[in-house]
């Protein structure tokens, strides 16, 4: 898949740990980091753990189940004072809508490039440029037989939230645009976002990614029909007399 596509960093494999004697021997474990930057030391080829501990963000920290949301985020204020929202209400109702984990259930997150996976991951989550994760889209949309995609999103937790708990918990495909947080804090483009889907979806996503790569994409990367546009017009402003009075 990231050979057709020419992906520009690993799709990242997420694992959700239930118990300590589950977490990987001899993998770094993150200390003061936010899951989207996890998530970016695994695109770019890192194995690592986050835990409660070692989670540096609030709110993905309430997403996981790690730590209760702090009252100047469940109430909205922190969000008008980061200028994300004009009003209290408006960020109240973004975090109550949140895809969340039960409390203090889950131990630690393991991250890792797929291609140097030594475990099935429950997650699959990729950031790379929006044309690239259209066929991705595309190709889930042919698994699950043309049914529009309904994607989640609050502009917020892009992610933690919108693409790892939303397709963990909800078992689903989801998309996002991206958020505040993940463009601060990650090397995240400003042409990139990112979406995230369950692991046992993978292989079939594959597949119609082969299928879709045997037309489809070259066909819509060549702009053959925007070469045939501007030939037109071109043809069109060569038969134009100088000479002709307008």
Not at 205 to 230: D, G, V, W, Y
């Amino acid at each position: 898949m990231r050979k057709i596509l020419e992906l520009n960093t690993s799709m990242v494999g997420v694992k959700f740990i239930f118990s300590e004697k589950d977490t990987p021997a001899n993998i770094e474990k993150l200390e003061g980091h936010r899951y989207c930057q996890a998530l970016m030391k695994a695109r770019h080829g890192k194995h690592v753990v986050l835990d409660a501990a070692g989670i540096a963000c609030p709110a993905a920290a309430a997403a996981f189940g790690f730590k209760p949301l702090p009252d100047g985020l469940k109430t909205g204020k922190g969000l008008v004072g980061f200028g994300i929202v004009n009003e209290d209400a408006t960020g109240k109702a973004m975090f109550e809508g949140m895809t969340t984990l039960p409390q203090g259930k889950l131990k630690s997150l393991y991250l890792y490039p797929l291609e140097t996976a030594t475990m099935e991951p429950d997650i699959v989550v990729v950031e790379d440029e929006t044309e690239k994760l259209m066929w991705i889209a595309l190709a889930n949309l042919n698994l699950k037989g043309g049914q529009r995609v309904e994607s989640s999103t609050a502009i917020l937790q892009a992610t933690c939230v919108d693409a790892t708990t939303i397709p963990y918990v909800q078992q689903k495909f989801n998309m996002s645009m991206g958020c505040y947080g993940c463009r601060d804090a990650t090397d995240i483009g400003h042409n990139e976002t990112v979406l995230g889907f369950p692991f046992k979806d993978f292989y079939a996503i594959t597949e119609n990614i082969e299928f879709l790569n045997q037309k489809a994409i070259p066909n819509s990367r060549s702009k053959n029909a925007l070469a045939l546009l501007k030939r037109k017009e071109a043809e069109k402003i060569g038969k134009i007399d100088p000479f002709q009075e307008s």
